[in-house]
């Protein structure tokens, strides 16, 4: 048979106040019951004054031994007693600080990450958690309002061009004397709207997955990724009447080649769309001391050295219209801002004073990151 006990018991919690509480008395009473040991044992080993060494003496009368003890006793218990008490209130005045940071950090929310924690003027451990708590929530609000920022942007973004083909259908079904031509017509531009939509949701999984972060870093070359990504791109260029001047230098590095690609492709194709007929676009692989680096300039329209950081933000735009007039949904750089930060890189961009932007990514050198662990041959099994 199989016995079913009822629940169990759980033993109450021993909180922090109760662990000082303890902590305060404990020794005390060791050491008053070791102060205590010390009279009654010479009060059996101590002979009378007056007695010869070895001479028998009388014992100590055995009613004023009691009364040594019992007053001792009920001595230790009482200090004991008082020191748990002060030890509770001091435990309890001075974790009272503790208590203020909890009840507050418990009552913030997304909604409220606004408030922070009040810091008292001393200095001590305290004050510490409490400035770092206060940190987080900072950086917390900044995380959410951007999040909120982002949705808000993409969703607008993503009903735009869904309205647009609701409406083209709507229009091509009302018209009953639609020819087949207006109706292939509507169809196209239908499909046009689609590949926007495709084109969107793959740059927002790509931003999503920068953002999370490298989980493994592969060693590869640099220069062979920027050389696809330049040999893709030559036919677009082409049909800008944009000119790609490429001078792509051996640079061993470590990190996701997939997600450096889609940086370097970023670059190159933000340096594409925002160009002007005749323009130029300069890539540049370099390996400075180590550092694998990717530069990515190109000639455009002008942009304001105070906008330039506002241009690596998802969804922002220059001027009212994307900067170009190209139509792009304002991701490409963000997407670079992203991967870059996932490879702990550098990046910088300075606005060109005649038109353009000059994008520098600087990765960290190869050596300091550590193979991946060899996989077991699967022969051997």
Known sequence: MTRTGGPRRR???LTLRIQLTLLYAGPF????????????LQVN???????????????????????????????????????????????GRFLRPLRMITATAQDISASNLHRRLRLGRRHDEFKELG??????????????ASQRHFVAN??????????AERALLQVALA????????????????????????????????LA????????REPFDLAEVAAHVVQARRAEAGRRGVRIDARLTPAPAAGDPSL???????????????????????????????????????????????????????????GGQRVGGTGGHGLGLAIVQAIAHAHDATLSARARPGGGLDVDVVFSPPQDVRPPPAQPDARRR
């Not at 001391?289 to 455009?300: E, H, I, L, S, Y």
């Open 154 to 163: 993409a969703s607008h973004e993503l009903r735009t061009p869904l309205t």
């Open 45 to 91: 080993d101590t002979e009378p004054a007056g007695l010869q060494i070895g001479a028998p003496h009388p014992a100590l009368p055995e009613p004023h031994v009691h009364r040594v003890l019992a007053a001792s006793g009920i001595g230790l218990a009482v200090m004991v007693l008082v020191s748990f008490v002060l030890g509770w209130l001091i435990a």
């Open 209 to 216: 997955s920068s953002e999370r972060g490298i989980e493994r």
């Open 11 to 13: 033993l109450p919690r």
């Open 175 to 206: 018209d009953r004397d639609a020819t087949t031509e207006a109706l292939r017509s509507a169809c196209e531009e239908v499909l046009a709207l689609g590949e926007q939509q495709e084109r969107l949701i793959e740059a927002l999984l790509t």
């Open 260 to 318: 450096v690609e889609s940086l370097v492709a970023n670059l190159v194709d933000n340096a594409l769309r925002h160009n002007v007929t005749g323009g130029r676009v300069e890539i540049a692989i370099t390996a400075n001391a180590g550092r694998p680096g990717v530069f990515v300039g190109n000639t455009g329209p002008v942009i304001p050295p105070g906008q330039v950081e506002r241009l690596f933000q998802p969804f922002q735009q220059l």
């Open 29 to 40: 009473f060791l050491s008053g019951a070791a102060l205590l040991a010390i009279p009654i």
């Open 131 to 144: 400035e770092t708590l206060n940190d987080l929530f900072g950086r917390l609000e900044a995380s959410f």
